[in-house]
C-alpha cells in the first residue's frame, strides 16, 4: 500500500469530524500566537513573561508544521507530499514538545527562585531533553513512513516522559507558593501525557486513538492560560 494511500485509509473519518478538527487545529494556532504577542507585549520587563512568550511560540510554530498538512489533507484530501509534510511535521514537533518543557522549567524558577531544590534534578531536565532531542535525529524513527516502529519510539519517549516527571515534581514542590495556583501545572502536564502517550504508540494502528491528540492541545492551551493569568500578578 502506498503511503497517500495508507494515510487515506488511516483518515477516512466523516467530513464534519475532519472540519471540526480542523477549525479546531486553526484555532489552537491563533490563541497561540494571539498569546505570544500578549507575553511579550505585556512583559515589561519582566523575564519570565519573555520566557513565555518563547514557551508559546516554540509550542505553536513547532506544532504548526504537523497540524497545517493535516488541515491541508482533511480539507483538499491526500496529496502526493502528505507523507512527507506530516512526517517532517511530527519530527519538528517531538523536538519543540522537548523544548516546550525546558523553557517551562526555567519559567518555573523565574517565578519561585528562593525554592531550594537537589541540582540533580534540573540536570536531568536537560540532560533527558537532550538525549530525546538527539534521538530524534536518527533515521531509525522512520519520520517519512506510515510505518510503526515501536521500538524507537519507546526510546525517545522514555526520557521525554522522564523530562515531564521531573517538572511535575518541581511544581508539585512549589505548590500553592505565592498563592498562584500553578501545582494545577501537575494535573495538566500528567494528563497531556496520559493523552500523547497513547497516540505515539497506537496511533498507526489505531488511527481513532488520534482523537486523544484534542484534549492533549486543551491541556497545553490550559498551560498557557495559566501564564496569562500571572499578568498581573507577578
Same mark, same amino acid.
Given at each position: 500500500m502506498? +503511503?497517500s &494511500?495508507a494515510?487515506? &485509509? ?11 478538527e480542523?477549525v ?6 491563533i ?9 511579550f507585549?505585556?512583559?515589561n520587563?519582566?523575564? %519570565? ?10 509550542l505553536?510554530?513547532g ?5 497545517l ?6 480539507l483538499?484530501g #491526500? ?16 523536538v ?5 518543557? #525546558?523553557? *517551562?522549567? =526555567? ?5 519561585f ?7 540533580a ?5 536537560f ?12 533515521p531509525q +524513527?522512520?519520520?517519512?513512513?506510515n510505518?510503526? +516502529? ?16 521531573? #517538572?511535575i515534581?518541581? =511544581?508539585a514542590i ?7 495556583? *500553578? ?6 502536564i500528567?494528563?497531556?501525557?496520559g493523552?500523547y *502517550? ?10 481513532? #486513538? ?7 492541545? %486543551?491541556?497545553?492551551m ?6 496569562l493569568s500571572l *499578568? +498581573?500578578?507577578?
Amino acid at each position: 500500500m502506498s +503511503n497517500s &494511500k495508507a494515510i487515506a &485509509k488511516q483518515e477516512a473519518m466523516p467530513r464534519g469530524m475532519r472540519i471540526g478538527e480542523s477549525v479546531f487545529d486553526i484555532a489552537y494556532l491563533i490563541y497561540d500566537l494571539v498569546a505570544a504577542i500578549i507575553f511579550f507585549t505585556q512583559a515589561n520587563g519582566r523575564p %519570565v513573561f519573555f520566557l513565555y512568550g518563547a514557551l508559546t511560540l516554540c509550542l505553536g510554530g513547532g506544532d504548526a508544521f504537523h497540524l497545517l498538512p493535516r488541515v491541508q489533507m482533511h480539507l483538499c484530501g #491526500v496529496q502526493d507530499d502528505t507523507q512527507r509534510k506530516l512526517g517532517m511535521g511530527t519530527a519538528i514537533t517531538s523536538v519543540t514538545m522537548t523544548m516546550f518543557y #525546558v523553557l *517551562l522549567y =526555567f519559567i518555573w524558577r523565574q517565578i519561585f527562585p528562593t525554592i531550594e531544590v537537589s541540582p540533580a534534578i534540573p540536570a536531568l531536565i536537560f540532560l533527558t531533553a537532550a538525549v530525546r532531542i538527539v534521538i530524534c535525529f536518527f533515521p531509525q +524513527n522512520d519520520w517519512f513512513s506510515n510505518k510503526e +516502529n515501536l521500538r524507537w519510539s519507546l526510546y525517545r519517549n522514555v526520557p521525554f516522559a522522564i523530562t515531564g516527571i521531573l #517538572v511535575i515534581a518541581l =511544581f508539585a514542590i512549589s505548590g500553592n507558593t505565592g498563592g498562584y495556583g *500553578l501545582w494545577r501545572m501537575c494535573i495538566a502536564i500528567a494528563l497531556s501525557f496520559g493523552f500523547y *502517550l497513547p497516540v505515539t504508540f497506537l496511533a498507526k494502528r489505531k488511527p481513532a #486513538v488520534g482523537a486523544l491528540m484534542l484534549p492533549k492541545t %486543551v491541556m497545553y492551551m490550559w498551560i498557557i492560560w495559566m501564564g496569562l493569568s500571572l *499578568l +498581573n500578578v507577578l
